[in-house]
C-alpha cells in the first residue's frame, strides 16, 4: 500500500520567516495530493491540495510543489504569522483507491 | 453550510464495554470516511461509504469494530468489547461523490478514552 513520509516532525521559525515541509511518496498511481492544518481540538482542515498533472499551485502565502518523478512534494508557507502555528499533514491518494494516506505531521510553531 | 458534526466530542468507557460513535455529513455528500488519530501519529483511514454500502473496509484493526450508514446519510461507528489500545480520536469525513480528486472534509472528530 501507499506510504507517506513527512519531515520535519516539528519545525520552529520566527514570524516574517518561511516554513517548508516535504512529503514523499511510494504509490506512483497516487494522483491527487492534499495538505490539511489541525489546530489543537478540532480536525483536519483542508488548506491547499495539488492534482497529478500541475507542477504548483498557490494560494497566497500558500503553495505546494510536486515532483512526480522524484514522488515527493512539499508545502510552502511565507510570510508565517503565529496563527499558522499547527499541526500540518500531507497526503497522497491512489487513482485506485478511496482513502487517504496520510504523513505523521508535522507541528509548526511561529514565534513572534 | 453546516460541516461535518460528530457526537459525542468525548467518550470515556471501561475497558471491555461497547461504544457507539455518530457521524452526521455534509449534506449531499455521498461519499464518507471514518479515520482514526492515535497520539502524535497521522491520520489511519478505517472504512469508506458509497452511499450506503461500504466498498473498503480494509482498516478496520479488527472484528470488533464495525460500521454503518443509513439512508445515505448518519453514519455510526461501534466499538465492542472497547480496549485500552482503542483510546484514539475518531475522524469522520465526507466528500461529495468519493472520486478521483473529492476534497474530503473532516469533522472535530470524537475522544474516546478506554480506562
Known amino acids: 500500500g501507499e506510504n507517506v513520509e513527512q519531515h520535519p516532525s516539528t519545525l520552529s521559525v520566527q514570524e516574517g520567516d518561511s516554513a517548508v515541509i516535504k512529503c514523499t511518496y511510494s504509490d506512483s498511481a497516487s494522483n491527487y495530493f492534499p495538505w490539511y492544518k489541525q489546530e489543537l481540538g478540532k480536525g483536519p482542515q483542508l488548506i491547499i491540495d495539488i492534482r497529478s498533472n500541475v507542477g504548483e499551485k498557490k494560494d497566497q502565502r500558500i503553495a505546494v510543489t510536486l515532483n512526480k518523478t522524484a514522488k515527493h512534494f512539499s508545502l510552502h508557507i511565507t510570510e508565517t504569522q503565529p496563527e499558522d502555528s499547527a499541526v500540518y499533514f500531507c497526503?497522497?491518494?491512489?487513482?485506485?483507491?478511496?482513502?487517504?494516506?496520510f504523513g505523521k505531521g508535522t507541528s509548526l510553531l511561529v514565534t513572534p | 453550510g453546516a460541516g461535518v458534526s460528530q457526537s459525542p466530542s468525548n467518550k470515556v468507557t471501561e475497558k471491555g464495554k461497547d461504544v457507539e460513535l455518530r457521524c452526521d455529513p455534509i449534506s449531499g455528500h455521498t461519499a464518507l470516511y471514518w479515520y482514526r488519530q492515535s497520539l502524535g501519529q497521522g491520520l489511519e483511514f478505517l472504512i469508506y461509504f458509497q452511499g450506503n454500502s461500504a466498498p473498503d473496509k480494509s482498516g478496520l484493526p479488527s472484528d470488533r469494530f464495525s460500521a454503518e450508514r443509513t439512508g445515505g446519510s448518519v453514519s455510526t461507528l461501534t466499538i465492542q468489547r472497547t480496549q485500552q489500545e482503542d483510546s484514539a480520536v475518531y475522524l469522520c469525513a465526507s466528500s461529495v461523490e468519493g472520486s478521483g480528486a473529492d476534497t474530503q472534509y473532516f469533522g472535530p472528530g470524537t475522544r474516546l478514552t478506554v480506562l
Open positions: 497526503a497522497a491518494r491512489s487513482n485506485s483507491g478511496y482513502a487517504l494516506n
